[in-house]
């Protein structure tokens, strides 16, 4: 496109106008494309935008049928095409028009994570996750555990690219009110590989203190076409399908001996086909009728696709992939929900980590399904192992990588001779247990 822009008259906008300009140009204000005169706005358009200029170079735009608008440094962010004008007196005329853009906006604050299109067309997906769902959790302040902690189950569930979205007010410059927000969910970002960190400034139109509109900031969130929408910001639209939704457990009444606001992290640890995974699911469907807090299954397969989509399987990247789970489960315990873990974690240092996290948050109880290396390769249901075997897969636990069995394991059960419902009435005895009788039933 060229930029010789001739003799074209141009006008600066400054603050929320620019701010509001990026939006219009992007399609988050969509089908507003433009600026309306303040008679004619058209009734699809989410916000009457128009444009007050200068009498004098509102003259001049609607004789060249075009006018330039730039930012304070005189750059040359879009066009308007005049369509119509309106004199309004006070020497102000209106213009009204389509935008065209120029050149990117280079306004602070954190360019590199601002938003103004919808994510479809910003890269929202993964390499070779394309057709993976899109989640977006928006927060205008520093989000509470319970909040996170939805966010990433529900992401974990629905297999989604994580989107952790700041929605703020235009920036006064020099005085940036969202970087501790965004410092936040950019932490939260690197620890959950593929997880994205989005920052959404919407001008406000009501006064310099005023932030934005809350039916506007609704509409722009649902503007960023995500698959699923989590709207943490205060006093959230209403609208059917857009509060984020939570749990309705069957029965209020939690277990014996269970104080509702501590939340659990369970950890099954052992050999890959022991049967931890079926252990946790199901006894993540008892939990769900007998305890009335939320319960999040982390399993190690569904984990890995998005909390460590990027590792692979050396000890070091097996590591970091417990960690983030430890970490992810914490978060739930810390907001007083139940965190079943299902993963391999075959190195005794990380599940002690996990444990730390765990317990600073709540309660933890480590599992051991310690179903003999025999068993688990005679089941070999992905027939993992008779790859490994082959050679054709390097680092597996239990062949080619080791396992250490835990030592301080709460229960230790063996799916070669437990059935998975004698599985799960052991853990749901273990939670309803506190560490001394834990410690006096191991002795």
């Known amino acids: 496109m060229s930029l010789l822009l001739g003799a074209e008259p141009s006008h600066v906008l400054t603050g929320a106008r620019l701010d509001e300009l990026e939006l219009l140009l992007g399609g988050l204000y969509g089908p507003a494309d433009g600026y309306a005169l303040p008679s004619h706005v058209p009734a699809e358009w989410p916000w009457p935008f128009t444009l007050p200029v200068p009498a004098a170079v ?37 213009l009204a028009g389509r935008l065209e853009a120029l050149q990117p906006a280079e306004h602070p604050p954190v360019r590199r994570l601002r938003l103004t299109r919808p994510l479809s067309a910003a890269d929202g997906g993964l390499p070779g996750r394309a057709t993976d769902p899109i989640l ?16 990433m189950g529900m992401a974990v569930r629905h297999h989604a690219t994580l989107w952790l979205v700041a929605v703020a007010g235009s920036q006064e410059h020099g005085s940036y009110t969202v970087l501790e927000l965004l410092t936040v969910l950019e932490h939260c970002s690197e620890q959950l590989s593929g997880a994205r960190t989005g920052l959404l400034v919407l001008p ?18 649902r503007r960023l076409g995500a698959s699923i929408l989590l709207n943490y910001t205060s006093d959230a639209g209403a609208a059917a399908g857009f509060r984020p939704r939570r749990r309705r457990v069957a029965n209020p009444e939690p277990l014996a001996g269970a104080t509702p606001a501590a939340g659990t992290v369970v950890l099954l640890t052992g050999l890959s086909g022991s049967g931890k995974s079926t252990i946790a699911r199901a006894l993540v469907e008892r939990l769900q009728l007998a305890d009335c807090r939320p319960v999040t299954l982390l399993d190690g397969d569904d984990v890995r696709r998005l909390l460590s989509s990027g590792l692979g399987f050396s000890r ?22 139940i965190a079943v873990c299902a993963p391999i974690a075959p190195f005794e240092s990380t599940r002690q980590e996990v444990r730390a996290m765990a317990e600073s948050a709540g309660s933890f109880l480590l599992v051991h399904v310690a179903t003999t290396l025999e068993v688990c390769e005679a089941r070999d249901r992905k027939g993992l192992y008779a790859k490994a075997r082959a050679g054709d897969l390097r680092d597996f636990t239990g062949i080619g990588s080791p396992y250490e069995p835990p030592q301080d394991a709460d229960l230790v059960l063996d799916t070669g001779t437990t059935s998975v419902d004698a599985a ?20």
Do not use: C
């Open 58 to 94: 509102g003259q001049r735009a609607v004789d060249e049928s075009a006018l330039v608008i730039t930012d304070p440094d005189g750059t040359p962010l879009a066009r308007l095409t005049v369509n119509a004008s309106q004199d309004s007196g006070h020497d102000i005329m209106h």
């Open 136 to 151: 977006v959790a928006a927060f205008d302040r520093v989000p509470e555990p319970a909040q996170l902690a939805e966010a």
């Open 204 to 221: 406000a139109y009501e006064g310099a203190a005023a932030g934005p509109d809350p039916a506007l900031r609704d509409y722009v969130l």
């Open 316 to 337: 070091q990247d097996r590591e970091l992939n417990v960690r983030r789970l430890g970490w992810v489960a914490s978060l739930i315990a810390k907001s007083g929900g």
């Open 424 to 443: 799960v009435d052991a853990i749901l005895a273990a939670m309803s247990l506190g560490a001394p009788e834990l410690a006096e039933l191991s002795k």
